[in-house]
């Protein structure tokens, strides 16, 4: 789908600030994707849509988690959750998008997941790192994205996990097994 034309669909459904932070996430997508490798139409692609489902009613979303056979056990857990998946499902039902991977990128960029492939990783990234973001730490992941894709989403994911438990908020577990499959790929000192 043409830019433009992703983005009139967005529009609609975001308020200006969310919008905003979009266009964001679309501009560092592309920047990292040219970076690492990875394909920039479906980075731009998956960017635009991430949050196509952020002001969706909870019941709607709620409805579309287990009619859809998605996790159930994400409605035990911060609503923040749910906008993923289901912004993965309207991305494809409303809009029409039907690659796999911009889909998953989707659909993982809130949790994360354990082996996320490296459109998955762009997309979180992006989300966390867009120029809007202002938030501790943010800084150190943007230098650390410079360089190491790996390095950056780990600091990410860790800095998400830290936010949560300092607020005593329950962390989805695949928040965690994607910090662990990381960390065991790259983390710190081993064994
Ligand atoms: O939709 P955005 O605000 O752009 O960003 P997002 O989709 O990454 O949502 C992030 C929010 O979700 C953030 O404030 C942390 C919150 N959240 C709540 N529970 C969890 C969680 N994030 C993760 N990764 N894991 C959780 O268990
Ligand atoms: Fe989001
Ligand atoms: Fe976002």
Known sequence: MEREAALSLVKVQLT????????????????????????DKKAETAAIFHDYAKFRPKDEMKSIIVEQGFPVDLLDYNAELWHAPVGAFL???????????????????????????????II???????????????????KLAEEDLDQALLQAIQNTIFFLMKKKQPVYPETFNAYNDLSQKIGGLTK
């Open 16 to 39: 200006e600030h969310r919008y905003l932070h979009t266009i964001g996430v679309m501009e560092t997508a592309i920047t990292l994707a040219k970076r690492f490798g990875a394909d």
């Open 91 to 121: 991305a494809k039902t409303e809009a029409g998008i039907e690659d796999k991977e911009v889909l998953d990128a989707i659909r993982f960029h809130t949790s994360g997941r354990p082996e996320m492939a490296l459109l998955e990783k």
């Open 124 to 142: 979180y990234l992006a989300d966390y790192i867009e120029p809007g973001r202002h938030f501790p730490g943010v800084e150190d992941v943007r």
